[in-house]
């Protein structure tokens, strides 16, 4: 099987600011106080997943998997390591990223679609298609920028699916859909999976990762902190009471539908 992704000893360092203005920058430093900070999102992560693997990325709030995703996708680059992938990658991970507020749903379908690299005729054949997956109904020529975030992710994740890409990445879509477009969402990336493309997966959701992925990675402040079986994986992740309590309740919002 050819490699999809590699991830190579990856880190991603942020820096954080604690003041905004050059005054205060310099009123602190003249007090000893601290300016910035360095925090690593990422710290030196290694993994390949093969073409047609399905992985669930899961790990606390915080634990550095929207920036790992971002890093697949190319958004980021590390700072150290490296990250290569093959083929075409579309996904949803932020919420409204590629939109312009002041343009319509239908002129952002056109640009985002764009962005994600399909031409304007593949476009404008999946553009029916489109919409009737966003559902966003009367919405369809209102500017996006009076959008619900709801809304946002819709027409994000329908413009997404439709790209024909070798990788898919899904992160935010699910915490902010409502419970029939998950469900929606569920059934139409198990088909990707079943397609033989490359799905990465971001969810706290035991029952929707046993059902869609055959491998599970875990961050932990980071770093790998599991890469397996699946079972074994959510078994991992489980390690305080308030984890598990997030993930038997979307289990029972979600998991035993799809
Ligand atoms: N651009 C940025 N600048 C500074 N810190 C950042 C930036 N992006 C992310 N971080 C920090 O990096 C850490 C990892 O964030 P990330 O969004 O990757 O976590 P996550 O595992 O996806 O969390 P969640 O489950 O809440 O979505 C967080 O502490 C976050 O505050």
Same mark, same amino acid.
């Given at each position: 099987?050819?490699?999809?992704?590699?991830?190579?000893? #990856?880190?991603?360092?942020?820096?954080?600011?604690?003041?905004?203005?050059?005054?205060?920058?310099?009123?602190?430093?003249?007090?000893?106080?601290?300016?910035?900070?360095?925090?690593?999102?990422?710290?030196?992560?290694?993994?390949?997943?093969?073409?047609?693997?399905?992985?669930?990325?899961?790990?606390?709030?915080?634990?550095? @998997?929207?920036?790992?995703?971002?890093?697949?996708?190319?958004?980021?680059?590390?700072?150290?390591?490296?990250?290569?992938?093959?083929?075409?990658?579309?996904?949803?991970?932020?919420?409204?990223?590629?939109?312009?507020?002041?343009?319509?749903?239908?002129?952002? !379908?056109?640009?985002?679609?764009?962005?994600?690299?399909?031409?304007?005729?593949?476009?404008?054949?999946?553009?029916?298609?489109?919409?009737?997956? #966003?559902?966003?109904? @009367?919405?369809?020529?209102?500017?996006?920028?009076?959008?619900?975030?709801?809304?946002?992710?819709?027409?994000?994740?329908?413009?997404?699916?439709?790209?024909?890409?070798?990788?898919?990445?899904?992160?935010?879509?699910?915490?902010?859909?409502?419970?029939?477009? @998950? @469900?929606?969402?569920?059934?139409?990336?198990?088909?990707?999976?079943?397609?033989?493309?490359?799905?990465?997966?971001?969810?706290?959701?035991?029952?929707?990762?046993?059902?869609?992925?055959?491998?599970?990675?875990?961050?932990?402040?980071?770093?790998?902190?599991?890469?397996?079986?699946?079972? #074994?994986? !959510?078994?991992?992740?489980?390690?305080?009471?308030?984890?598990?309590? #997030?993930?038997?309740?979307?289990?029972?919002?979600?998991?035993?539908?799809?």
């Amino acid at each position: 099987m050819a490699e999809s992704i590699v991830v190579d000893h #990856a880190t991603k360092t942020f820096t954080l600011r604690y003041h905004r203005t050059f005054k205060q920058m310099t009123m602190a430093r003249l007090k000893r106080q601290e300016v910035s900070n360095t925090f690593t999102a990422v710290d030196d992560v290694s993994f390949t997943v093969e073409q047609g693997e399905s992985i669930g990325l899961m790990g606390l709030n915080g634990s550095g @998997k929207s920036t790992l995703l971002k890093l697949i996708n190319g958004i980021m680059r590390p700072d150290d390591g490296r990250v290569l992938t093959r083929g075409r990658i579309a996904g949803l991970i932020a919420t409204g990223a590629g939109f312009h507020p002041q343009l319509t749903g239908r002129d952002n !379908i056109f640009l985002n679609a764009a962005i994600l690299g399909m031409s304007e005729a593949e476009t404008k054949r999946k553009f029916d298609e489109i919409v009737e997956f #966003a559902d966003v109904g @009367k919405f369809l020529d209102t500017e996006v920028g009076h959008y619900s975030s709801g809304m946002y992710s819709r027409l994000g994740f329908s413009v997404a699916i439709h790209v024909d890409s070798d990788i898919f990445l899904a992160d935010e879509v699910l915490a902010v859909g409502d419970k029939p477009f @998950k @469900k929606k969402c569920l059934q139409r990336m198990q088909e990707v999976r079943d397609s033989g493309r490359t799905l990465v997966y971001v969810s706290h959701a035991a029952g929707s990762v046993r059902k869609m992925c055959d491998r599970v990675i875990v961050l932990e402040h980071g770093k790998l902190g599991f890469d397996g079986d699946v079972d #074994a994986g !959510i078994k991992y992740v489980k390690y305080d009471g308030e984890t598990e309590d #997030a993930l038997e309740q979307e289990d029972d919002d979600l998991g035993a539908d799809i």
